[in-house]
């Protein structure tokens, strides 16, 4: 079992527990203030998402594996995780490499065709974070940081780090924290996010951090949320189908 699995697996129960507490007190509040209801099938097609694609990441095939592999057999170093710079040099290239993979998912229909689940969700909430789609194998997504192994760094430390940049990600699919300050300049936080999954268009492929906000400054795809337009949620043509392959597909 991979390091990166037993860190997804270990995290799981604690996502779907938490997840299952914003929703009762979402539910509840908007019971009582008689707002949009919350969406309890939606969850639920997140939740059945995110445990097919478990079954899924124990299958040993991928497009990005014999890439990968191959980066590895011709890597210029070998970089183990020891002194603090070593760790800080992943954390960064990573984030790097993440940016480039999420900015592609949004502008290339090859990634998109994936990462279009992840926007499927007409509300955002804690569980529209796991909501991450079945064909990431099968388009390469991995394959974004092979310049990391090619460097030097273990596919499974690269893969391990993603692993615990996306569970960072996990809070911030919220409607309910507010913007955080001068975290705000550093950080991908809940309000930098809400922004990455609406559909206005004044809001579209913009904020493609994971841990961080920084390289959208730097590249000119950071766009702050404002009070003028609120954000809508879900894809441009929204999905009203609760049917799995439907959603998938």
């Given at each position: 079992m991979?390091?990166?699995?037993?860190?997804?697996?270990?995290?799981?129960?604690?996502v779907?527990?938490?997840?299952?507490?914003?929703?009762?007190?979402?539910?509840?509040?908007?019971?009582?203030?008689?707002?949009?209801?919350?969406?309890?099938?939606?969850?639920?097609?997140?939740?059945?998402?995110?445990?097919?694609?478990?079954?899924?990441?124990?299958?040993?095939?991928?497009?990005?594996?014999?890439?990968?592999?191959?980066?590895?057999?011709?890597?210029?170093?070998?970089?183990s995780?020891?002194?603090?710079?070593?760790?800080?040099?992943?954390?960064?290239?990573?984030?790097?490499?993440?940016?480039?993979?999420?900015?592609?998912?949004?502008?290339?229909?090859?990634?998109?065709?994936?990462?279009?689940?992840?926007?499927?969700?007409?509300?955002?909430?804690?569980?529209?974070?796991?909501?991450?789609?079945?064909?990431?194998?099968?388009?390469?997504?991995?394959?974004?940081?092979?310049?990391?192994?090619?460097?030097?760094f273990?596919?499974?430390l690269?893969l391990?780090?993603l692993?615990?940049?996306?569970?960072?990600?996990?809070?911030?699919?919220?409607?309910?924290?507010?913007?955080?300050?001068?975290?705000?300049?550093?950080?991908?936080?809940?309000?930098?996010?809400?922004?990455?999954?609406?559909?206005n268009?004044?809001?579209?492929?913009?904020?493609?951090?994971?841990v961080?906000?920084?390289?959208?400054?730097?590249?000119?795809?950071?766009?702050?949320?404002?009070?003028?337009?609120?954000?809508v949620?879900?894809l441009?043509?929204?999905?009203?189908?609760?049917?799995?392959?439907?959603?998938?597909?």
């Amino acid at each position: 079992m991979g390091v990166p699995f037993r860190i997804l697996l270990l995290a799981l129960p604690t996502v779907f527990l938490l997840s299952l507490v914003e929703a009762v007190v979402l539910s509840l509040r908007a019971r009582r203030a008689s707002t949009e209801p919350f969406d309890w099938k939606a969850m639920g097609l997140s939740m059945f998402d995110q445990v097919v694609r478990q079954l899924i990441l124990m299958v040993p095939l991928s497009l990005a594996a014999p890439v990968l592999a191959f980066a590895w057999h011709h890597r210029i170093a070998t970089i183990s995780i020891g002194p603090w710079w070593t760790f800080a040099l992943l954390f960064i290239g990573q984030e790097f490499c993440y940016y480039w993979f999420h900015r592609a998912a949004h502008r290339v229909r090859w990634f998109w065709a994936t990462h279009a689940v992840h926007h499927s969700s007409n509300q955002l909430n804690l569980s529209a974070a796991y909501r991450l789609g079945w064909t990431g194998k099968l388009t390469g997504n991995t394959m974004f940081y092979t310049p990391l192994v090619w460097l030097g760094f273990d596919p499974k430390l690269v893969l391990a780090m993603l692993s615990l940049n996306l569970l960072y990600q996990f809070w911030i699919h919220t409607t309910w924290i507010p913007r955080l300050g001068w975290l705000e300049t550093i950080f991908n936080t809940p309000s930098a996010h809400r922004v990455h999954h609406a559909s206005n268009l004044r809001y579209l492929d913009a904020n493609y951090g994971g841990v961080l906000i920084l390289f959208d400054r730097l590249f000119g795809t950071y766009i702050p949320e404002s009070k003028d337009e609120p954000c809508v949620y879900g894809l441009v043509r929204p999905v009203t189908s609760y049917n799995p392959l439907v959603v998938e597909l």
